[in-house]
């Protein structure tokens, strides 16, 4: 069985375009969820001048349960935000959303909030994610570092690219069946729950259609496998997560145990 060569399917994924407005929106909504760990109906409601400066740092006016408060924020965040705010030109318009949806086909924003769907899909992203010890970042720089080289590593990358990008628990993704993906060559969805089918993005139709052309799976059976016969379990995936982290830490941490920093 043959495995993709390189610069090939997945591997093109490395060649990442400028980020869109929406991109930097979400990366800034994420690093509220992450870094001012407010819910999603108060991130819904900010608006521009609820982000404001006292001397060199900013601060958050929240409202939550009917009581304002007031949070210096982190530098992180702060790059974020003002990432954002510099492409989408909203930073003088002081009474409106901060987060807005954006206009289809333009990528410019418009008006209105963006969804509460929407943030609650990102907030219920992160807390997926952390359960396994992944964070957006982590979880994309080991898609950059897996190798397309193997059936096992294709495979794993498919397995991360569900986490990442549709938000799949290892539970839903051990129960996963080959009849829950439908590719028709142009788009994708996939059913995650009984009730819960999903339009696949297009970063994450190419990771399973680079492992399904791989794997070649028989019909009605669980598509992600430890072997012809047996299925991945959660555990397993948890494991196989914490053993590619091990792997991308470890020469770092071999790094400082010579007695290197970052000061060298």
Known sequence: MSVLEPQTGSDQLADRPTPTIAKLRDQAIIG??????????A???????????IGNRRWFRTVQNGIERHELIDVKLENLI?????ASGIENELHTPLFRATLSGSGKVSSRPVHRFYVAKLARQITNLRSVHLTLDNAEHLLDKIRPTSRENIRDRAIIGM???VSATPREIAAFRTSDYLDNGDWCCIKLARSRIVEVPKALHVLLRDYVRVENPPQDT??????????MTAANIEK?????????????????LHGFTDSN
Do not use: Q, T
Not at 82 to 86: F, N, P, V
Not at 240 to 256: D, K, S, T, V
């Open 82 to 86: 003002d990432k954002y705010l510099l």
């Open 163 to 165: 986490m990442l990008h």
């Open 222 to 231: 669980l598509l992600f496998r430890v072997d012809r016969s047996r299925g």
């Open 43 to 53: 991130i819904i409601a900010l608006r521009v001048e609820d982000y404001y400066p």
């Open 32 to 41: 509220v969820l992450r870094y001012a760990n407010a819910p999603v109906d």
């Open 240 to 256: 196989m997560i914490r053993r590619w982290l091990n792997e991308i830490h470890a020469p770092r941490r071999r790094f400082a």
